[in-house]
């Protein structure tokens, strides 16, 4: 498939480029700083590019089957984090114009307000209230993709991301903002960025979560 591929030169993002260039994909990476990218491949180009601007990426758009984004932006606790739904908008745009059926995004478990509640102390009264920023406007992004009915999106959440490759570890999945076990309680609470980009990559081909969130952990 022709994929471009947003957030290319953060963590998650350099391993979601590399397997997909593995996978055979022709990769498009809109960056912000080209000479962050150091991943060089027949298959790959790398482009700089607005992306808060439908204009800007548009071009970039053209002629891809999906676009997957791995966009991340800095908590903030003097102002509200506005970056996920900015993006996300002028992504869209830009898709409707030139034509791109397919998004894929990352958010992460708990962006819903009252979804940590079943957590564990530390995460529930010291992890989430230092993210909430980043979680709540995660939470409208995806809330602006439940709205938008011509787009076929996908949201994956994952827990806390490990820095590590890919495993082949069996995915564990839940259609809402964490992964429970028989009692209700999170599943474990960290996946290697190497896992979440695999998992993203295995949606393109057969994908039941098609405009749903998924949030996404392994065994």
């Known amino acids: ?22 996978q ?14 150091t991943v060089h491949h027949d298959k790959l180009k ?3 590019a607005d992306i808060f601007s439908a204009d800007a990426l548009k071009a970039h758009f053209k002629g891809q089957d999906a676009v997957m984004s791995c966009l991340g932006f800095p908590a903030s606790f ?16 830009a898709m409707r114009e030139v034509g791109v059926p397919r998004i894929i995004t990352m958010t992460s478990w708990y962006t819903e307000p009252n979804s940590g509640a079943q957590s564990s102390y530390l995460i529930r009264f010291l992890l989430l209230p230092m993210i909430r920023s980043v979680l709540t406007n995660m939470h409208e992004m995806e809330g602006f993709l439940e709205k938008t ?31 429970p076990d028989g009692n209700g309680n999170a599943v474990g ?10 998992f993203m990559l295995s949606l393109l081909n057969s994908n039941p979560w098609v405009k749903k969130g998924v949030a996404m952990t392994t065994k």
Do not use: C
């Open 1 to 22: 498939m022709k994929i471009t591929v947003l957030g290319a030169t953060g963590q998650t993002g350099l391993f979601l480029v590399n397997q997909a260039l593995q």
């Open 24 to 37: 055979g994909h022709t990769v498009t990476a809109v960056v912000r700083n080209p000479a962050k990218l």
């Open 46 to 48: 790398v482009v700089e």
């Open 78 to 93: 003097f102002s509200g984090v506005t970056g996920y739904t900015s993006s996300m908008r002028a992504v869209v745009s």
């Open 149 to 179: 009915e011509d787009v076929n999106w996908t949201v994956v959440r994952p827990p806390g991301l490990k820095n590590q490759p890919a495993t082949a570890q069996e995915f564990l999945t839940h259609e809402g903002y964490f992964v």
């Open 189 to 198: 609470s960290s996946v290697g960025r190497g896992d979440v980009a695999r």
